[in-house]
C-alpha cells in the first residue's frame, strides 16, 4: 500500500480529503443495466448495508489483505466482509462489467475471478461455507523493459480500459445464485515474504441459465498459501525470475466437472434496482 507516490500525493494533498491509490467496485454492469456498488466512505461496514449489490467491508479505500493472512477469512471478500443484501440478474453465458472507482499504476499483478453457489440466498450466507471455482485469470502479460522496469500486467488493462474489467459467465453452469469473487492482486513488495497485497471484492448474481454443471469449488481460505510462487515475485526483475505464475486452484474449464443434481432454486431474492448515474 505506502509508496512513495502515494506518501508524496499524501503530503500535497495534506489538508484535504485523504487520497487513497486504492479503489472498491463502485459500479457492476450486466444485461444493459449497472448497479452500485458498495460505498467505501461508509465503512466500517458495521454489518450488512442494504443498498449495495457489492458485499461490504471495513476495508474503506486503503487497506488489503496481506499473503500472510491468506488463510483469514478477511480473504473471502475482503477486511470484516458482511453479505451484499442485492443481486445483479445476469444470464450464464453473458459477461458482467466491473467497473473500479481507482486503482493505483504502480500496483502491478494478477486479476483473478471466482464463482461460489450460495445454495440458497447470498444475502444470507455464511461466507466461509461458500467453495470457490476460478472462471478467469490473466497475470503477467509482458517481462519489464530491462532491469529495474515492472512489465506489463493485467491489473494495468484496468486501468488502460477506463477502470473496467469484464468477466464471463461461463454458459454451462446451472442456474442459481452465486457471489462473484474479483480479485486484484498487487506485487509491487511482492519480493518479501507475505508482502503481497489481496484486495478482493465480491459481487452477488442472479444467474439465469440451463445449464447442469456445478462444478467443485475450495473454501475462500484455502485459495492460497502464502508461499504460492504467485504471492512471492519480484516484478522489477521479471527478466530474472521463472515465469509468473497465477496463483489459486485450476481454471474451471466447462465439461470437466460432469453435471450434478440442480440444487432447488431459492426464494426471497431482492433483486437491485439500476443504478443511474
Ligand atoms: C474487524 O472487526 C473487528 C471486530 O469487531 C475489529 O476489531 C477490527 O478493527 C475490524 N477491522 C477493521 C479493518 O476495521
Ligand atoms: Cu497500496
Known amino acids: 500500500m505506502p509508496s512513495i ?18 479503489g472498491v467496485l463502485g459500479k457492476v454492469t450486466a444485461s444493459g443495466q449497472t448497479f452500485q456498488g458498495f460505498d467505501a466512505t461508509s465503512a466500517p461496514s458495521s454489518g450488512p448495508h442494504s443498498d449495495s449489490v457489492t458485499w461490504s467491508n471495513d476495508a474503506n479505500y486503503d487497506s488489503f489483505v496481506p499473503s500472510s493472512a491468506v488463510n483469514d477469512p478477511d480473504i473471502i471478500c475482503h477486511l470484516n466482509a458482511t453479505n451484499a443484501q442485492l443481486s445483479v440478474p445476469v444470464a450464464a453465458g453473458e459477461s458482467v462489467e466491473l467497473t473500479w472507482s481507482k486503482w493505483s499504476e504502480n500496483h502491478k499483478g494478477p486479476v483473478i475471478d471466482y464463482l461460489a453457489d450460495c445454495g440458497g440466498d447470498c444475502a444470507t450466507v455464511d461466507k466461509t461455507a461458500l467453495k ?46 452465486y457471489v462473484l469473487r474479483h480479485e486484484i492482486i498487487a506485487l509491487h513488495n511482492a519480493v518479501q515474504d507475505g508482502k503481497a497485497e489481496l484486495y478482493p471484492q465480491c459481487v452477488n448474481l442472479e444467474i439465469s441459465g440451463s445449464g447442469t454443471e456445478a462444478p467443485d469449488g475450495v473454501a475462500g481460505t484455502a485459495l492460497y498459501q502464502a ?4 504471492l512471492k515475485y519480484d516484478i522489477y526483475n521479471d527478466e530474472q525470475a521463472p515465469t509468473y505464475k497465477i496463483p489459486g486452484p ?16 431459492a426464494t426471497n431474492i431482492r433483486t437491485a434496482t439500476p443504478f443511474r448515474a
Do not use: C
Not at 499524501?10 to 487513497?20: N, P
Open 227 to 230: 508461499s504460492d510462487a504467485g
Open 132 to 177: 470457490f471455482f476460478k472462471i478467469a485469470e490473466a497475470g503477467q502479460l509482458s517481462l519489464g523493459d530491462g532491469a529495474g522496469q515492472p512489465g506489463r500486467w493485467a491489473d494495468d488493462e484496468i486501468i488502460e480500459n477506463g477502470l473496467k474489467w469484464t468477466v464471463e459467465i461461463p454458459a454451462s453452469i446451472k442456474p442459481g445464485n
Open 250 to 265: 485450476a481454471l474451471f474449464a466447462a465439461g470437466n466437472n460432469g453435471p450434478k443434481e440442480v440444487a432447488k432454486a
Open 5 to 22: 507516490l502515494r506518501t508524496t500525493i499524501l503530503t500535497v494533498l495534506s489538508g484535504a480529503v485523504a487520497v487513497s491509490a486504492h
